[in-house]
């Protein structure tokens, strides 16, 4: 096992290498990076500061900006009427002064001692912004994912126990809808009907705490979090309970039909001992191969329209005004992160697999 979690190890920074090449490489073919934007906001503000002059000067400014326009050429549309240096320079501050190929290796150089380097926008260094969004993202993953596996764990033994069964019918409904629903439609509902959209105001729209959360007593303070966190995490657990249900009905029931069971049965055993001795250990296997997945989304939820619909400023809306943006040291700062975690929860995953059932060696099957 040893040998097996040597190569593993070694193949993590090949395998993260890899992807951070592909993702810089799409980035750079993508239109609209960000000297185009940044020049498109100085195009913007000179537009609407030439229109707010009336008359002959106005004229004239506008007249002066076509002529640079027409002087200037450069590889960015946005540049037209813009002074080449100025434009260098902007080149400059971003870094897009020097080849991809060079900006790329300079940035693995710096992603080796967990440098990810400033946001292009926010003038706070990437590992700031991710510390200031990581308390809303790992308040909604952490009691979500908790939530959904309390319920569905259980929920999905109990339908494989009693399979065909009037409850089992009732509750695959329950499981259908969460299926079917995207968990920001139910975040929208309860936002209708709890949040003051049409029927009554209960809860709030706003952030984890309420104002003047600081001046609270403790008891005062963890109510006010858990009444800010009521309805995302209710819309999260909705929208993400069905998977793991059926997950762990189907794998129990795999599990109940071998011969082993049987075996169990005929020696006298109870259908609890059956269930928990023998059947729970070999059906979460499959439910151990989740982990990863669930610890990712413990610390770094991507719940972006969750976050958006109640006003959370957590990692996924980080993430996704950083794309937007072309904010690069955030996007692959973060990619760099998340990509090294989740590889490295991949091999926790396996190591589980084998602490759970020793007789499952990935190191024989290799070989």
Known sequence: MLAYIV??????????????????????????????????????????????????????????????????????RGAQGLDPAFVAEIERQFGFDKPAHERFFQMM?????????????????????????????????????????LVSIP????????????????????????????????AIFLVVLFAGGSFVSWFPLRGLTSVGW???SWPARIVDYFWHLALPVTALVIGGFAGLTMLTKNSFLEEINKQYVVTARAKGLNQRQVLYGHVFRNAMLLIVAGFPSALVGILFTGSVLIEVIF??????????????NRDYPVMFGTLYAFALIGLVLNLVSDLTYHIVDPRIDFEAREA
Not at 52 to 61: F, L, M
């Open 109 to 149: 150089r710096n992603y080796l001692t967990f440098d990810f380097g400033e946001s292009f926008y926010r003038n706070e260094s990437v590992v700031a912004l991710v510390l200031e969004k990581l308390p809303v993202s790992i308040s909604l993953g952490l009691w979500s994912t908790l939530i959904i596996y």
């Open 7 to 76: 190569r593993r190890l070694l193949l993590i920074p090949v395998t993260l290498f890899g992807i951070m090449v592909v993702n810089f490489a799409f980035a750079q073919l993508a239109p609209g990076g960000p000297v185009e934007q940044m020049l498109a906001r100085v195009q913007g503000t000179a537009v609407e500061a030439t229109s707010r002059i009336s008359g002959a000067g106005g004229q004239e400014v506008g007249a002066r900006a076509a002529a640079a326009g027409d002087s200037t050429t450069s590889r960015y």
């Open 311 to 324: 006003s959370l400023d957590g990692i996924g809306l980080l993430g996704f005004e950083a794309v937007v």
């Open 155 to 186: 929920l999905g033994i109990t339908k494989a126990v009693r399979d065909g069964s009037g409850f089992d019918v009732a509750t695959s409904w329950a499981v259908i809808i969460g299926y079917a629903v995207p968990g920001f439609l139910f």
């Open 214 to 216: 600081e001046q609270m």
